[in-house]
């Protein structure tokens, strides 16, 4: 699990060069690991698209894209490295013999080939054999698979199947962003690392646990693609189950892989299922009408550019979720997320239950629970809510709810944070799968959630309105006041 410049040699094979996720990410990723000396003077990028076009005419492309995408001055020095790292191949991803062309820039004998396929899954397999084909599938070579990895169980398995008939799941690197993400990675530390957290993670002392994840931007020019998935598929299938099994898991054994990736599972194994019998109480599902977000009048999804009329599909679900185990027996966890929501907000709330005594009935005739606050982004850190004495001379001893706040960007000031895409191709170059999805992860947490979107369609309930710029549907409220509780 290192991190160091003398990472194995790759060629680091980018299916979708000319696309929106590498340009705007992976690519801008590749030049901060160059930037940070983490890439290996023999590495080479090799950009597939279909278009034909010099490697030349892709440098100059890839230079237009980082002007564009980098949050800083491109530094030239760094740029006249990775120049020299850039190739591009025109392929035609169907026909098996182009990807010979692959095999002319490529060299086994003294670089890994690590293909990262940014194209639509539908293409993961053709890819695959492809790749055989040319040998470029045999160990050491990696495959990095971006989401969505299906539309449901089946779907998943059909896409697994087909990667896994010419790699090995040692082979193969599923990628969840959040998993990349500098906080969620920091979900580790603080629970394991710290005997205050380890010792009171469990139904003895937490009350219940939220989980919010908040989208200002509507579904940006991608109506029909949205359209398809929708809030469940896209965001709770994927990245807030995975932050539930980091926060939910039981301490893995060792900090690698598989002992992370076994914990993580049995927690998706341990997920009640939610189905018609119980889909009114545990789940609400929204979709945006007009409003405001951060002051600038937003359509309704309905009216987004490209939207078909009377389309169910979901821009916002709220989840109470129970996890059968000893652990977390009678904790529910309760996630949200949704588009044109009042604010852009990741963050984690454990909320611990209250002290059994109260003797400060001067200022609380109940005490306020303590709170565990993780905001993942923006404005990275971690809040502790406690109550502390008021100074001051008096009668009585008064109380206030005040904050023990570690920000990111104040504690660590010297310190970059990297983007979740930085950190996942440098660990898919150097070959540790632990930020990476398992394929018996993604199929849990493909057959729960099918579980749901069967009982929705039973149901066949439209989406509950809420207006964009708010907080969801009124729903999305009742669904803790009704256990009396509310989101914080
Ligand atoms: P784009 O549509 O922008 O790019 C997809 C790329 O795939 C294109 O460059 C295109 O290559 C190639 N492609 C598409 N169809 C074919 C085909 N039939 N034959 C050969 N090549 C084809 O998509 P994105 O970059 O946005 O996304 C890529 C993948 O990553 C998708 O699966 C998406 O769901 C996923 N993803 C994207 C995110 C993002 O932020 N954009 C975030 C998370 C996941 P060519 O240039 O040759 O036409």
Redesign the pocket.
Known sequence: MTTTAQNSACDLILF?T?????R??LLPAMYQLEKADLLCAESRIIGV???DMSSEAYAELVLTNLNKFLKEPLDTAVWQRLQQKLVYVQLD?ANEQDYNKLTAVADITKRVPVSYF????S?FGVICKGLAAAGLAAEPARVVL???IGHDLASSQVINDQVAEFFKESQIYRIDHYLGKETVLNLLALRFANAIFAGNWDHNSIDHVQITVAEEVGVEGRWSYYDDAGQMRDMVQNHLLQVLTLIAMEPPARLDADSIRDEKLKVLKALRRIDISNIQEKTVRGQYANGFVAGKAAPGYLEEEGARPNSKTETFVALKVDIDNWRWAGVPFYLRTGKRMAAKLSEVVICFKPQPHNIFHATYSQLPANKLIIRLQPDEGVEIQVLNKIPGLGEHMRLQESKLDLSFDETFKSQRIADAYERLLLEAMLGNQYLFVRRDEVEHAWKWVDGILEAWKTSNEPPKSYQAGSWGPVSAISLLARDDRNWE
Do not use: C, F, V, Y
């Open positions: 979708g000319k696309g929106d996720l590498a705007r990410k698209a279909r278009d991803l940014a194209t639509p899954p293409l971006e989401k969505p």
